[in-house]
């Protein structure tokens, strides 16, 4: 794997890199070729004095969203007082699972197919108490794969197998539910 290219903001002191030594990188790409992330830097801030004096107990997450040909426009999604633990996109690309450590989870949605043009979250889940450990989307019952042994085929439609099964959870006459799936610190599961 080689680097193709990469964003650099102007340093403004103590802020070089948006994911400091003890954090761990929460990244999810989606099948659009989005990428959302969580920091805990506000990198659409230019005061730089703000964020120096903050302390743990006041750490604020974001969650950007850019665009993997355009990694220069940030879009700022939501900015929480709890930790986020877990970024999933949904199969289509235009929804985002983004879970708390506190028990929270906010679907997102696209309004009209725009990376930096959001719905607010109609869907919100909230498990008090619990923290959640995992989160997943459940599976739709179509998967596509590729097969490296026909790479050298000419046409992309032999390369690629449509793989169909039942999915995670279907309605009556197997229409497949569009929902989630969270695992908690308890061993609770919730769907």
């Known amino acids: 794997m080689e680097l193709v290219y990469t964003v650099t903001k102007p340093h403004r002191g103590w802020l070089r890199d948006w994911l400091f030594r003890d954090e761990t990188p929460m990244i999810s790409l989606s099948p659009r070729n989005a990428i959302a992330f969580c920091t805990t830097v506000d990198l659409g801030d230019e005061e730089e004095s703000s964020q120096s004096n903050r302390s743990l107990v006041e750490m604020v997450h974001y969650v950007y969203i850019c665009d993997v040909d355009k990694p220069w426009s940030l879009c700022q999604l939501i ?15 235009s929804k985002l699972l983004v879970a708390t450590a506190l028990g929270t989870c906010y679907v997102w949605q696209m309004k009209d197919f725009l990376l930096n043009s959001w719905i607010e979250p109609p869907w919100k889940a909230n498990v008090s108490g619990e923290e959640i450990v995992a989160v997943s989307w459940l599976h739709q019952g179509n998967k596509l794969t590729f ?38 610190a308890t061993g609770m599961v919730c769907i």
């Open 147 to 184: 097969m490296p042994e026909m790479r050298d085929l000419a046409s992309y439609s032999d390369k690629h197998v449509n793989a169909s099964f039942m999915p995670s959870l279907s309605h009556f006459g197997g229409k497949a539910v569009d929902g989630l799936l969270a695992v908690t």
């Open 79 to 93: 900015s929480l007082p709890e930790k986020v633990v877990g970024l999933e996109w949904h199969h289509t690309g």
